[in-house]
C-alpha cells in the first residue's frame, strides 16, 4: 500500500476527520471509498450524450397506448 501526503484546506480536514469517526472508520478508509465511489462516476459529458440518445429514441418512437403494448405482449406469451 502507497502513501501519499495531500493538502487540504483545514475546513474540510475537520469535516473529513468528522465524518470518520461518525463512522467509526479511520481518514485514510474514508478518502479511499471517497476516490473510489468518485472514479466510478460516469462522466458528465458521456451521461448528457447518453440521455440525449435516449430521449431522441423516444421522440423517435411517435406516440403508442402503453396498455396496447402490454396486451400484444401478453397475447405473445399464451
Not at 501526503?5 to 469535516?15: G, H, R, V, W
Not at 485514510?28 to 440521455?51: F, N
Amino acid at each position: 500500500m502507497s502513501k501519499v501526503m495531500i493538502s487540504l484546506p483545514d475546513d474540510l480536514l475537520a469535516e473529513v476527520d468528522a465524518e470518520a469517526k461518525r463512522r467509526s472508520t479511520s481518514r485514510s478508509a474514508l478518502l479511499a471509498a471517497a476516490a473510489r465511489r468518485e472514479l466510478r462516476r460516469r462522466d458528465p459529458v458521456q451521461l448528457a450524450v447518453a440521455v440525449e440518445r435516449s430521449e431522441q429514441r423516444f421522440r423517435n418512437a411517435g406516440s403508442f397506448e402503453s396498455a396496447d403494448l402490454v396486451r400484444a405482449d401478453r397475447d405473445q406469451r399464451r
